[in-house]
Structure formats: C-alpha cells, structure tokens
C-alpha cells in the first residue's frame, strides 16, 4: 500500500473533514471569548451551547449537565477526586475495577495515599467484571464506584445498566470512565443510573484536548479548578471554543450514523478475527466474544512479542498497537491482560487492531496479509 494504514483508533482518531470546519472560524473570524458580554461574543457562545446539546443528546443527558474539559484524563481526575472530597466525612472508601486506565488507576492511587480505601474488583479472563463480587464489596462507608464503561485495550463491554442499578439502591455514586464508548455505541446515563461520566473527543474524529464530564444535577460536584466563573464556576478557565464546537460536530455525526457504523464495524472486526483464526496457528482472541466493542480485535500470538508485531507492521506502513497507547514504550506487562489470567510472558503478546468506519475492505486485506507474514517472521527468527 503507498498510504498509512490506520488501524489504532483506539489511540486516537482522524479529525472528520466536517468537525475541522466547524472549528475553524472560532480561531480566526469568531474568536471572541465566550465570556464576553458584547456581541462579537455571542457566536462562540452560541457553539459553546449547541455542543453541550449535541454531546447530552448522544448520552441522554440534559445540556446543564455537560462540563468541558482538557479530556478524558481530566474528566476521571476531577469526578473521582471531587467526589472524594465532597463525600469525605460520609465515608473514604472507593471501589473500581483492575483494568482502569491509568486515569482512574493512578489517581485512586494517589487517593489511597492520602487515606482513602480503594478496593479493586478482579475481572474474569474476558475482561467482564462481577457483579456479585461488587455487592460484597460494598461497605457502609463506600462513596464512589468507578467502573470502565468498555476497556481501551481488549474492548470489553461492561455491565453498566446493572452496576448503575447497584449503586443507586445502595446510594452510591457512580461513575463510568466511558471514554472508548462514548459515540461508538449507545449510551443512556438515566436509564443506566450514571452520576458521572468522562468522555474525549479526540476517540470519536474529534479533537485532541477536549472531553467533557457528565454530572448528574442531583448529586453536584466541587470544582477541583478554580479561578474564574466560567461554566457554572464548575471549572474554571477560558473555554476552548475550537475544540468545543469540534467535539459537539464529532458528536452529532456519531449520533446521526451510530446504527450504521455499529454494524460496519462488527462485520469488519468479526471477518479479521475469523480469519486470523483460520489463517495464523496458535491466535487467541483476548477479549469478550460477543460484548466487545464494534471495533476492537485483540490477539495473542504465542511466541510473538507485541512490541516486535508492532514494529515491523510499522515498517509495512501499518499503525496498530500491542497495548494501550498510555503503555506503549513502558517495559511492564499489560495490566488488563494479567487480571484476565494471562502470565506475564502472554501479555507481552498483545496485538490490538481498532477500527473506523473509514477502514477500507483493501486496507484489511493488506492488514491480514501483513499480519500473517509478521507474525511467521517473528516466529521463524525466534527458533
Ligand atoms: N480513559 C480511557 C478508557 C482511555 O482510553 C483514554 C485514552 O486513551 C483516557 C481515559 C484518557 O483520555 P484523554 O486522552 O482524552 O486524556
């Protein structure tokens, strides 16, 4: 092939042709602040109001709810900090799973650090939680749940309907890091009882730099920004209306083609597990075989190293990733996949391929070819 193959969409995502003009006229024609009282103003006010109406539409919440961010990251740090905070004389336990991303890992560490209790639910070796082991684990002084909506490394869909249900008749709140899910499959935050969720625009064809986090006007949050009085004084800080106006764009064009896209991709991902399994000896498909997100296709080659897979695809002209992009270069075993079950020399062998509704019948069929030939390279030099 003479172009990039695509397939990490996981990592991140091209900018859509539309959401790229919705932006542009906030940084050079209409690039007043939308805090301004003039009317030069009221257009970068105006996007600032359709986005959070495009954005509450896709996830079924109401457009008061929706707070923007620099991101996903920011969006986990300040649910589950605040909350933290705010719920501190109620209780200092919080529980989440094994396989968050570092942004909901690292900051229940730094939580734990400073004396919180944080109980990590295991996941069975397809990346699914359980939810009897979350009942147990619930304490009176439990003030938070944290669980993924999908994993960002072996697309396992969680049972969120459920825990949500969990958590509210135990008076919980619930939070779900739904940054993988978030536009590509659907989401309704009331009927699945969701206090708080994280989203990024950058997963969907939006732009790098921009999240949102869903708050649920019952429960409320303190900022963990302060400064002026932008957003409801919910988080301070002059609001970026490019990457807004962007991220709601990404969002109406992922609500408006979701059933279309849903099913592009489930036909793509189920033909390359198929014949990866057909075509290379000892594959296994790491993941959930049915509640796995559209796009994600996950294997273990046995004596494959990801990381090998992944540089000579490179030299292909094919992007794919053998972890999650947060990991890549770090020499540690997958955190997912151990808590699957895997030994840490199987969760070396990780190969994740994610997909768009942009990948072309073409593009998967040099990427199986590539795919099968790498892997027989890297298993004849190993012998
Ligand atoms: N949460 C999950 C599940 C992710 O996959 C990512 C990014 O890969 C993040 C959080 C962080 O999002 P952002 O890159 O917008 O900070």
Not at 149 to 165: L, Q, S
Not at 217 to 225: A, C, F, M, Q, V
Not at 307 to 320: K, P, T, Y
Not at 372 to 380: G, P
Request: aromatic share 8%.
């Amino acid at each position: 092939m003479d172009k990039l193959v695509y397939f990490d969409n996981a990592a991140t995502t091209r900018i859509y042709s539309e959401v790229l003009k919705e932006m542009l006229p906030f940084f050079s024609v209409m690039y007043g602040n939308p805090s301004g009282i003039y009317e030069f103003s009221d257009k970068a006010k105006a996007a600032v109001e359709i986005s959070k109406e495009r954005i509450s539409r896709l996830i079924n919440a109401f457009p008061e709810e929706i707070y923007f961010t620099s991101g996903g990251t920011e969006s986990d740090n300040w649910a589950l900090k605040s909350i933290a905070f705010m719920k501190r004389n109620r209780g200092r336990h919080i529980i989440t799973s094994k396989i968050e991303h570092p942004a909901v890992l690292n900051t229940c560490r730094y939580l734990s650090n400073i004396g919180y209790k944080v109980s990590y639910l295991d996941v069975d070796k397809y990346g699914m939680i359980d939810l009897n082991q979350l009942v147990e684990m619930i304490r009176r002084d439990t003030i938070l749940i944290s669980i993924m909506y999908a994993n960002n490394e072996v697309g396992t869909v969680e049972p969120i309907e459920r825990i949500g249900k969990i958590a509210r008749l135990n008076g919980i709140v619930f939070h779900t890091d739904a940054v993988q899910a978030f536009g590509q499959i659907p989401i309704d935050v009331k009927k699945m009882n969701i206090d708080l969720l994280s989203a990024s625009a950058h997963k969907l064809h939006g732009p790098k730099g921009c999240g949102c986090l869903y708050v649920n006007k019952d429960i409320g949050l303190p900022p963990i920004i302060h400064g002026g009085s932008q957003q409801n004084k919910m988080r301070a800080g002059t609001l970026n209306v490019p990457g807004i106006a962007g991220m709601g764009k990404a969002a109406q064009i992922a609500a408006n083609n979701m059933d279309i896209n849903i099913k592009k991709k489930i036909k793509m991902r189920d033909y390359i597990i198929s014949e990866i399994r057909k075509e290379i000896s000892d594959s296994i498909l790491n993941g959930h075989e049915t509640e796995r997100l559209p796009g994600n296709i996950n294997f273990s080659f046995k004596n494959v190293e990801g990381e090998a897979l992944v540089i000579l695809l490179d030299s292909m002209g094919i992007c794919v990733s053998s972890a999650s992009a947060c990991s890549a270069g770090l020499k540690t075993p997958s955190h997912v996949l151990t808590a699957m079950g895997k030994n840490n020399e199987e969760a070396y062998e990780s190969l994740r391929i994610t997909l768009s509704s942009e990948n072309t019948r073409a593009e998967i069929m040099y990427l199986l070819n590539c795919v099968k030939s790498a892997v027989e390279n890297i298993r004849k030099m190993s012998y």
